[in-house]
């Protein structure tokens, strides 16, 4: 249930860490959850100095700024889903990917699982970064 | 003459007065409001000529009346012949579901090997794809059992509901057992940081490692999947 002002994890290497939502596009209820596209604000860098020293030699610097509006693809949620099969799945946070206009990942790899609702909602860029789905 | 009349009549006078006239009026009562007894019916008369009967209406024409009435036995209630029919067709979804009762066993309440909260569960779906997780509760009961577990994937908490007669499930094993009894039903506080259990991955790949020593075969590609996916790309 991700909705305007909810604060999501971005787990790509775009350079966000922490981002806003703004709006959920394309959907009557206001309430997007995995695999619906978003509007967002980053709100937190993700410092990529000390972690990774190899990173700036290759040249990954911060695509994104603080107080940047991206389009972004919400990849885990806290609140359940009903799959098919009548399964739940829950994940203990609201994650998300950002997206350039065209629906392509702005970052080049992703850090942690995400939920297998992508395939369903044709995210098969996303899906093939993840680390894992379930 | 008429001064000694009014003064004799005061206007109140004059209502009690006409109050004394008053019950006359209900001998002019109308004859509608008349009381009337219910209406006789005549018999049609058993010696009318023949030659009559057309113009009486059709309903009372002799033999009209002499009409049986089929008076047909009421259908035997299906609640009456299958008391509890839910019952049946949980039993029915079971056959067929569950042929063995393997997984039924597996969480069946009198059976003391059962799978109880808090012990780790290695299911397999028929895609080949593996879930595992501590059982945080068990819920439903008949075909519409479910099993939530919880699970840590790259450090990431994920809580998924199975459903235990899932056709999709190939197999459901307890990879550990919870060393202590639990005296909860629903182990939510595992949610909380300071009772999370973590990722079950290692118990699990210990767990098939055992069992792979034990049949003789090799380990079976379930082993880490995480790992084993990565290995593809």
Redesign the interface.
């Known amino acids: 249930m991700i909705q305007l002002k909810t604060m999501l994890n971005c787990i790509d290497n775009s350079g966000a860490a922490v981002v806003e939502c703004v709006a959920v596009m394309r959907k009557k209820i206001q309430h997007a959850t995995i695999g619906d596209r978003i509007i967002v604000v980053v709100q937190k860098q993700r410092s990529f100095g000390p972690e990774n020293p190899g990173g700036s030699s290759l040249g990954i610097t911060n695509k994104v700024r603080r107080g940047d509006i991206r389009h972004a693809v919400v990849v885990r949620a806290k609140k359940e889903v009903q799959r098919k099969d009548g399964s739940l799945i829950r994940f203990d946070d609201n994650a998300c990917v950002l997206i350039n206009k065209n629906g392509d990942p702005i970052g080049t790899r992703l850090s942690s699982v995400v939920g297998s609702e992508l395939r369903d909602k044709k995210w098969s860029k996303i899906l093939s970064l993840a680390p894992m789905h379930v | 003459m008429s001064q000694p009349v009014a003064s004799r009549f005061s206007t109140c006078c004059w209502r009690s007065f006409f109050a004394e006239a008053r019950p006359q009026r209900q001998f002019r009562r109308s004859m509608v409001t008349i009381q009337r007894g219910p209406v006789q019916k005549l018999e049609v008369p058993s010696d009318l000529p023949p030659q009559l009967l057309p113009q009486l209406p059709e309903r009372y024409r002799p033999g009209r009346n002499r009409r049986d009435i089929v008076i047909h036995p009421s259908p035997i209630s299906e609640a009456e012949t299958c008391k509890d029919p839910v019952a049946h067709v949980d039993k029915q979804q079971l056959s067929i579901l569950d042929p063995t009762g393997a997984r039924a066993r597996l969480f069946d309440k009198a059976n003391p090997d059962r799978a109880k909260v808090g012990d780790v569960l290695l299911t397999t779906f028929k895609t080949g794809e593996p ?1 595992s997780g501590v059982i945080m509760s068990i819920k439903g009961t008949g075909p519409h059992t ?1 099993v939530l577990l919880r699970n840590q ?11 235990v007669h ?1 056709p ?1 499930v190939q197999s459901m094993e307890i990879a550990q057992r919870s060393p202590k009894r639990k005296r909860r039903a629903r182990l939510y506080y595992l ?1 909380k940081p300071e009772h999370d259990m973590g990722s079950v991955q290692k118990v699990v790949d210990q767990y098939l490692r055992q069992r792979a020593m034990l049949t003789g075969g090799k380990p079976s590609k379930q082993a880490g ?2 790992r084993s ?2 290995g593809k790309k």
């Open positions: 879930v479910s994937l790259t450090t990431i908490g994920m809580e998924m509901s199975i459903k899932s999709l949610r999947s995480f996916r990565k």
